[in-house]
């Protein structure tokens, strides 16, 4: 199941992930600009429009990406994943479960699962998931959440209890403090804003993230 994931990213640490909001950019459009610079698995997030127009905002994006040869995970919704014959799907804690999404979706399908602590991500290596993302790491402003940062002591014992499972981590990480997460045991970082904010120089942190190693 899981080398699909790590394949996908090949030497990169960056799984990148759309906001239209964010960016001033439709998710096409930023999945274009991201595989122009290197991206090769990227993570559509739509927290504001309706699924309606998630799907039609994602049918060209996948297609993009299918036409460039990258993948395309779709956050939260299986529907649309299954739709679009997207490359997998993004779950968090209160949407369909891993083993559900596993179920419609196929063997194939990577399937990503949201955590918030150490008990959380220790329950996920017994769900049928491609990899745990853990987060918030550092304090962020693109997700209001109940849940505290979990830091990068908290990082690493996840790494310790995950064992083989790809691990990513989320929330707070930019192109200055990548090398501190992955030190702490992330395999992958998934970055939201760092990557789009401010819009000038997002090409040059884009390529450092992408770059890192
Ligand atoms: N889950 C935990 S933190 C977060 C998500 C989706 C937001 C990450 O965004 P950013 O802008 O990279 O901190
Ligand atoms: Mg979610």
Redesign the pocket.
Known sequence: MSSNFMQALGSTHLYPITDQHLSGLSHAEQVDFLIDIGATLIQLREKIDPPLRFFEQAEPAVLVARDRGAKIIINDRVDIALALKADGVHLGQEDLSPDAARRILGSDAIIGF?THSLEQARLATQMPVDYVAI??IFS?A??Q?ANPPVGLDGLARVREALGGMPLVA????TSENIGSVVKAGADVVA????IWVPANDSLIRIKRLLNYS
């Open positions: 949201s987060g918030p962020t693109t997700k959440s989320i929330g707070g990480i970055v939201i804003s760092d």
